[in-house]
């Protein structure tokens, strides 16, 4: 028969305690915190953005200091943000950081930029997104599928922070012209739709909302956001607390804050409470760019082959340990050495000009002279070009401004002939009254219209002579036409202004 052991009090209270101790010890050291810091605001097709380069380099600057470790769009830990990403360049970061991620405690995403909804999906909006809305969604990065999906469950807990959604004045206008578009379906970012493992997503402004970029040096967001980065809390308040008073300050923006999946509260600091410290430090460690001049070598690093570096085509060596390396290149057999410090987070470039032979410098200073030539050529073509177009552009502008002046000469000389003309036609009336015999019992308040039509000298045409408007007496309208006839030759100027009265109409009346 098996008799249990005896079980002792003191062996109980040991084990628990070297269990407690082994909690706490466990609690104190912080896990691998890291960030990627995005600001984008050099648009090459929309208008260009102030405050995201300042509101990325003071977020990225703050991290750093409190040991957050800075990833760049290679991957590789770095000393700043990165800045003004084009497409391919934005997915690179976002890919490196997701693999450099794994496994670490947090994995921070901050982005400052345009971003906008397209179908009711969120999108980032790299540098290089045209200005045209049906080219957007395959010219920008999705903020779910792109972005947070490639994050999750890489680190304990992975934040997500937009400072977007800026308004885009180019944009609307096109959404405003367009058929079937509204610019109220593009403002602002949609909400994702997917569930975190364990993220923390911060939107700068609601759903549908344009944010404001600021008229100081940050964004209001940015600015609070700073205010509370430096204090010790979890990520989660200091994020609520971010939304909370900028809420209270703008009235109108109103942040929101996502929280999924397994978030244990008050777990996660970006600056460590008192009694947590941070992981050990990581290797100091730089970069080396290698340049050959003149021709493409294969590259020696320490003894060991690095690659190859040759005209246009540098070499670049990263994760090196800080101090003093070699870098060595054979060129026609003759080996070329340099010594080379690294620096931590630093680059270091190396210049490297093998001799050429005499033949060789010859071919090579030939085609560099016929670069030249070519390049000159290419330049006076293009100066000739401007000038002809410029030619074309100021004789535009003289016949322009001639046809302006002949046009106004034109309408100054109508309107003195007609002045002119209009000396003659007193003139007219009266020696018509000469010849004029009133028929009886005529009223004296009679009025007839006659069309005339004379020959230079004032001789009227025979049978020109008709009645436009009658007086509504037949006796006084043909008493009229008979002493136009009678004064014909009627005095007329001579010359241009006689066309005036070439064919004419005038009224008579007894008084």
């Not at 179908?119 to 999705?142: E, F, I, K, T």
């Not at 980065?229 to 008073?245: K, M």
């Amino acid at each position: 028969m098996v008799h249990p052991a005896p079980y002792h009090i003191g062996d109980l209270s040991c084990t628990l305690f070297a269990l407690l101790l082994l909690l706490l010890t466990a609690n104190v050291i912080a896990g691998e915190r890291l960030a990627l810091v995005i600001g984008n605001a050099g648009y090459r097709h929309l208008n260009p953005l102030p405050n995201p380069p300042n509101d990325a380099s003071a977020v990225a600057a703050n991290l750093a200091a409190m040991g957050v470790i800075l990833i760049g769009g290679d991957g590789q830990p770095t000393t700043r943000p990165v800045l003004d990403l084009d497409k391919a360049a934005l997915s690179k970061a976002v890919n490196a950081f997701a693999q450099r991620a794994q496994g670490a405690e947090i994995a921070l995403l901050f982005y400052a930029g345009h971003g906008m909804q397209i179908a009711g999906q969120p999108y980032l909006l790299p540098v290089d997104v045209p200005n045209d809305l049906d080219q957007l969604p395959h010219r920008s990065l999705r903020l779910e599928d792109d972005i947070l999906v490639r994050l999750d469950g890489k680190a304990d807990l992975t934040v997500a922070i937009f400072d977007a959604c800026r308004a885009i004045p180019e944009l609307n206008a096109a959404a405003s012209r367009a058929s079937g578009y509204d610019p109220k379906d593009y403002q602002g970012l949609a909400r994702v739709q997917s569930q975190g493992r364990s993220r923390i997503v911060a939107y700068a402004g609601a759903a549908g909302q344009f944010v404001p970029d600021g008229n100081g040096q940050h964004s209001p967001y940015s600015t609070l956001l700073l205010e509370h980065l430096v204090q010790p809390q979890p990520v989660e308040t200091l994020l609520q607390r971010v939304a909370a008073e900028l809420s209270q300050r703008l009235g109108g923006q109103s942040p929101e804050i996502l929280i999924q999946g397994a978030v244990q509260p008050g777990r996660f600091y970006l600056t460590l409470p008192i009694g947590r410290a941070t992981p050990p430090a990581t290797p100091a460690l730089g970069y080396i760019q290698v340049i050959n001049v003149t021709t493409t070598d294969e590259v020696w690093l320490d003894g060991q082959v690095a690659g190859h570096a040759g005209p246009g085509q540098p070499l670049d060596l990263s994760n090196l340990p800080v101090g003093l390396h070699w870098i060595m290149i054979r060129a026609k057999g003759k080996p070329l050495v340099e010594q080379v410090r690294v620096e931590a987070g630093r680059w270091a470039q190396v210049t490297l000009s093998p001799p050429l032979d005499p033949e060789e410098a010859y071919a090579r200073a030939d085609a560099e002279r016929q670069q030249r030539i070519a390049q000159e050529a290419e330049r006076l073509a293009a100066e000739e070009e401007r000038r002809l177009a410029e030619e074309v552009a100021r004789r535009s502008a003289e016949k322009h401004q001639r046809d302006r002046e002949e046009n106004l000469l034109s309408v100054l000389a109508t309107e003195q002939l007609s002045r002119k003309a209009h000396l003659y036609i007193p003139e007219i009336r009266d020696r018509i009254r000469q010849f004029w015999v009133r028929p009886p019992a005529t009223d004296k308040d009679l009025v007839a219209t006659v069309s005339v039509q004379l020959i230079p000298g004032g001789d009227v045409v025979p049978n020109s002579v008709r009645v436009l408007k009658s007086s509504g007496n037949t006796s006084f309208d043909k008493s009229v036409m008979a002493a136009v006839i009678n004064a014909s030759p009627l005095p007329v100027p001579v010359g241009s202004s006689f066309e005036n009265f070439r064919d004419f109409n005038m009224t008579f009346s007894p008084q």
